[in-house]
């Protein structure tokens, strides 16, 4: 932004600058007048001043030399005098019109002129009126004009109270043509996570950041510093003085008729534009479009947020008792569900009623099947705020099902406003006190490393009730699971098995078998299949928000583990219907593992369109970044970019580490090891792969790496490391069913280790049964690296024409599956094979060599001595020996021979 900014600049014309307060115009403006090279004229026009005329043109003035004022002529020299000592000007004259652009036109004669005018929308007429003057009459000259402000164009001038604008001139009028309208854009929730990943923020509250102040630099940074983790859960602390301030300000910069309007959207579960139609604010968009200017909301053209959301609050609190009831009686007249319309009409009277709090009971169990947890929550925090005395033990009910409303709609502030009075009651029952720590615990996500109180807290609670150590036990078995602790995670789960038996508590056996179910797979367990025949024979648990940890999604992902995708993707997406107005947590479960599964059947746009959309709805629900963060990087592997891949998987290693989320540490390690591969760091690829190494003790058919850091030994000549891998793992696998996909990627990189070693028939043997298999099991992209390995292969066999026909075959599947990183990868490979008589040069090309060192490395595959190569290049040893090494650090490597063995495998 900046740099077109400076272009413009450079070509001649004006930018005006567009945005919320907040959203960096102002550091745009001190950058650009840090760097330039003449004189910088500088306003800032203040709310308060807009009524005074000339107060931005006097500050203007002011900075003129004075020698330049002396040239003026006399009428011109007065005028501007008058406004330096304050006298009060009625009107623009010609005198002050023809005085700014004179003394623009001669200081520019000496040197380049920068105008910069900040908070242009609060600028006095009679300033507007004279720079709009000068800025039609410079064209040509050596002046530039920077307006910046929060208004966006066409402006509406033609309001009335408060907040009416009193500018006669658009602010593009300030500026001379050619005009650049450049509206600053806010930051990205990649932008803010890396910003914050420096000062230690986590991902997550990175994420959360950024949906509450919209990517707005002042909100983001400003609530950053408000951020805690209070009762183990990462909500927001209240409105930070400063961000409260502001929203205040900005309240006040708008009529009182948008007030009127922003109330409505306040109480409001969803405001739309629909509903404030339906409400009587006939004028609704054009509030709307008012409140966005001003930087208080965000919209669609339908739907209406608060930035950020607890300006809503603001916005209540201003209003008085009497006008919110009336407002939420509007409300009640114009929402279109019942639920909603009994949660206004409740919000309009706040005694006590048993009949009042009843139905908000059946409203909230409306809205939960509905898909709207988050009203669902609401409903029932309301049911048991408007409860008798009569109804104290209903009341403790309710509120638990307020918290675990709120914790499946990723409200941890609301979750924990609805679980503290249950805490607080000394008659909660044991089972009670349980559930409500188990929601905060799953409002938390993947991150159980930070919440060890939590869990003694419920320890204390649950005491000897079976009931509530049943449940306990699961959460503790889970928590187990992300830590990477299979053993305790079957304990705890077998534990749990025997206590909710005992009760009759179906849904925590069902969840608890599945549970043992997968960690058998994980470990290896040949048992593990009648493990999950035990779980699927039980009652399906019915328990809102846990598809995800059923027995029958722990089926689906058994069928993932043994490559039988076609049934795992036909699973899926039938749940995928039922989890659409499901908990966020179980449908971005559903989302990521037919993310996965696309990427296994050769359907990569699917694939990205999936992990986008399970991104989106873990940000807006708060949850772990990791775990999305890796479906993204996977799919952008297989069909978007590597560079993309990587950056995924170095941001979802850190999220993982925060969380203390062993599984996702590995997973995200798995792609930024085959990432570096494919984008010729071999080196720092075996260092990602060989942690997953030190840590992985599952059976193979879970996280596929083993393939893939043999296949980096390879590339940088740890032939015999490779092949250790290679035999341990397939011992490893020996003897289990439903391994042929496994066995196929060990091939596959067993074929690269023979050719290293020099026996190709036995590489392309290989090949065809990696080939055969991936083909039945009809996973294409694993068949299309297959065609590329032979091809190279052949191509070091000098059989050109096989390996151009394997190149096509590649080709053919990579485009059909839109794998476009493997289909150019395999275009580039085929360039290579048509320029086979320059290989050094095609591969250091490959390698990403500076110029310098691609001859150095010409010569080496020339076999050229160092001493041969600083004489034929004019340079000395010295300089070939430093290059060298620094290559071969680069590179991973250590000899020369290892150097040209990579040269030719990039051919």
């Not at 004179?102 to 009126?129: G, H, K």
């Not at 919000?347 to 409203?363: G, Y």
């Not at 939590?454 to 699961?474: K, Q, T, Y």
Request: hydrophobic residues 45%; negative net charge; proline residues 5%.
């Amino acid at each position: 932004m900046l740099n077109a900014l400076r272009d413009q600049l450079a070509g001649g014309g004006g930018v005006l600058l567009t945005g919320p307060s907040g959203i960096g115009k102002t550091t745009l403006l001190d950058e650009v007048a840090d760097g330039w090279p003449g004189v910088v004229l500088r306003a800032t026009s203040a709310e308060n001043e807009r009524w005074i005329p000339g107060t931005a043109l006097a500050d203007l003035f002011a900075q003129i030399p004075t020698e330049a004022l002396a040239t003026l002529p006399d009428p011109q020299r007065r005028a501007v005098a008058d406004m330096l000592s304050g006298e009060r000007i009625d009107a623009p004259g010609a005198a002050l019109r023809m005085a700014w652009h004179a003394l623009l036109l001669a200081t520019s004669a000496e040197a380049p002129v920068l105008v910069l005018i900040d908070d242009v929308q609060w600028i006095d007429a009679t300033s507007a009126d004279i720079l709009a003057y000068a800025a039609r009459r410079l064209p040509g000259s050596d002046v530039r004009v920077v307006v910046a402000g929060r208004v966006q164009e066409p402006v509406d001038l033609a309001e009335d109270g408060d907040g009416a604008d009193p500018r006669p001139v658009a602010p593009s009028l300030l500026v001379p043509p050619p005009l650049l309208r450049l509206p600053v854009p806010p930051l990205t929730a990649d932008d803010l996570a890396e910003l914050f990943d420096v000062y230690g923020l986590p991902a997550r509250t990175a994420i959360a950041i950024h949906t509450d102040s919209e990517g707005n630099p002042y909100l983001a940074l400003t609530l950053a510093g408000a951020f805690s983790e209070r009762t183990g859960l990462r909500a927001p602390a209240p409105l930070p003085p400063g961000v409260a301030a502001l929203v205040h300000e900005r309240l006040a910069a708008v009529a009182p008729r948008v007030r009127q309007t922003l109330l409505l959207c306040a109480l409001a579960t969803r405001p739309t534009m629909r509903l404030l139609l339906r409400a009587g604010r006939a004028d609704a968009r054009h509030d709307i479009r008012h409140a966005v200017q001003a930087g208080l909301v965000v919209t669609d053209e339908e739907n209406i947020r608060f930035t950020p959301p607890a300006a809503a609050s603001i916005v209540a609190d201003l209003a008085d008792a009497e006008r919110r009831a009336q407002a939420h009686r509007e409300l009640a007249e114009a929402v279109t569900f019942d639920d909603q319309r009994d949660r206004h009409l409740a919000l309009a009277s706040a005694a006590p009623d048993a009949q009042v709090a009843r139905a908000l009971v059946v409203a909230a169990e409306t809205a939960i099947r509905r898909g709207s947890r988050d009203l669902a929550a609401e409903l029932y925090l309301l049911a048991a705020d408007r409860a008798p005395a009569d109804l104290a033990g209903q009341r403790l009910e309710w509120l638990v099902s307020a918290t675990e409303a709120a914790a499946n709609a990723g409200l941890p502030e609301q979750a924990g406003r609805a679980a503290q009075p249950l805490l607080d009651a000394a008659d909660a029952r044991p089972l009670l006190r349980v559930r409500v720590r188990m929601a905060l615990l799953h409002v938390a996500g993947q991150g159980f490393g930070g919440m060890r109180e939590v869990f003694a807290a419920a320890v204390a609670d649950a005491g000897d009730d079976p009931a509530s150590r049943a449940l306990l036990c699961l959460w503790q078995s889970w928590a187990a699971m992300v830590a990477s602790d299979s053993d305790k995670a079957i304990a705890d789960a077998e534990r749990a098995v025997e206590l909710a038996r005992s009760v009759g508590d179906h849904n925590t056996a069902a969840l608890a078998a599945a549970a043992i179910a997968l960690q058998f797979r994980v470990i290896g367990r040949p048992d593990s299949w009648s493990a999950l025949g035990a779980a699927l024979a039980l009652p399906a648990p019915d328990i809102d928000g846990w598809t995800h940890m059923s027995p029958r999604y722990i089926g689906t992902r058994f069928a993932i583990f043994d490559d039988r995708l076609d049934d795992a993707r036909s699973d899926l997406l039938d749940m995928l219907a039922l989890v659409e107005h499901g908990a966020a947590e179980e449908l971005v479960h559903v989302l990521r593992s037919l993310s996965e599964v696309s990427v296994g059947l050769g359907r990569c746009q699917d694939a990205l369109t999936y992990a986008d959309r399970a991104l989106r709805i873990a940000s807006e629900a708060r949850m772990s970044p990791g775990p999305c963060w890796h479906a993204a990087a996977e799919a952008e592997l297989a069909g978007g970019s590597i560079g993309r891949a990587i950056a995924l998987a170095e941001r979802g290693i850190r999220a993982s580490e925060q969380e203390s989320d062993g599984v996702f540490i590995r997973r995200h390690l798995h792609v930024l090891g085959q990432g570096l591969l494919r984008s010729g760091q071999p080196a720092s690829a075996v260092a990602a792969l060989r942690r997953i190494a030190e840590s992985d003790q599952s059976d193979p058919s879970i996280l596929r790496w083993h393939g893939d850091l043999a296949a980096a030994h390879v590339f940088v000549g740890e032939l015999d490391e490779a092949e250790r891998l290679l035999k341990s793992t397939r011992e490893e696998v020996d003897g289990r069913p439903h391994t042929d996909g496994v066995r196929a990627r060990l091939d596959r990189s067993d074929a690269g280790l023979r050719h290293a070693r020099g026996d190709s028939d036995a590489a392309i043997e290989l090949l065809d049964r990696a080939t055969a298999v991936f083909t039945e099991l009809g996973q294409p992209l694993e068949t299309g690296k297959c065609h590329l390995v032979r091809a190279r292969v052949e191509r070091n066999r000098r059989r050109f024409a096989p390996a151009r026909a394997s190149l096509d075959t590649a080709h053919a599947v990579f485009t059909a599956a839109k794998a476009h990183p493997w289909a150019t990868q395999t275009d580039t490979l085929r360039s290579r094979l048509d320029g086979s008589d320059a290989p050094a040069a095609t591969a250091a090309t490959a390698l990403q060599l500076t110029s310098g060192e691609s001859r150095i490395t010409e010569l080496v595959a020339e076999g050229a001595s160092n001493k041969e190569i600083a004489d034929r290049l004019f340079v000395s040893v010295k300089t070939v020996e430093a290059t060298l090494t620094r290559l071969y650090r680069r590179l991973g490597i250590r000899s020369r021979t290892q150097l040209i063995r990579l040269l030719s495998d990039q051919e």
